[in-house]
Structures are given as C-alpha cells and as structure tokens.
C-alpha cells in the first residue's frame, strides 16, 4: 500500500512564499513521474508543474518563472516552492505520482493567497 502525504500549505500574503513537500511511503522501489496540481473552488484540476525520474520538468505557463519543482528521489518526495504568489494561486494542491505504472495522489493541501 501507497501512500502520499502533503504538507507546507497556508494563508500567506500577495508576494509571498510557500514551499510544499509530498511524501510517499510503502512499498516503493522507484517512482517515475511525480507533479502537482490544484484546483480552485468551481474549477477543474490543473496540473501545477511535473518532473519526471530523471529531473525534466514542465510547468503550467501560469506559474513558469515564479514556481519551482524538485525531487528527493532518496526521500520519495516532492518539493514545490512557490514564490510571488498571487491571490488567484489560491487553490487546494494537489500531488500526485506514478509508481508502477499505477496513479497515486495525496490528500490536498490548502494555499490561500490574500491580497
């Protein structure tokens, strides 16, 4: 059994920062693709930024230049840092990785940015 535990969410003011980290436990001999995504309320989720087992990533074009994606693929975790946010990157985060071929997710963490 899988599991992924989020943390590192918040209120935080315009301008500032937050970093979330994902963490798996279980049986895990390696992980492939991990990424975040949110959802804002009446929204559908979107993905964040993703990086893949060998350190690629990608990000949504929102958040390019201001979030930043990482990986402890020793840890099995992710790291997202985010910087100048905004009030509309207020949203519940979410993880998600892949690990066997199989689609895990985390519970969700808030991020409220007020203006």
């Known amino acids: 059994q899988v599991h992924l535990v989020e943390s590192g969410g918040g209120l935080v003011q315009a301008g500032g920062s937050l970093r979330l980290s994902c963490t798996a436990s279980g049986s895990i001999f390696s992980i492939n693709a991990m990424g975040w995504y949110r959802q804002a309320p009446g929204k559908q989720r979107e993905l964040v930024a993703a990086?893949?087992?060998?350190?690629?990533?990608n990000y949504a074009d929102s958040v390019k230049g201001r979030f930043t994606i990482s990986r402890d693929n020793a840890k099995n975790t992710v790291y997202l840092q985010m910087n100048s946010l905004k009030p509309e990157d207020t949203a519940v985060y979410y993880c998600?990785?892949?690990?066997?071929?199989?689609?895990?997710w985390g519970q969700g963490t808030q991020v409220t940015v007020s203006s």
């Open positions: 990086i893949t087992r060998g350190g690629s990533t």
């Open positions: 998600r990785m892949v690990i066997y071929d199989y689609l895990y």
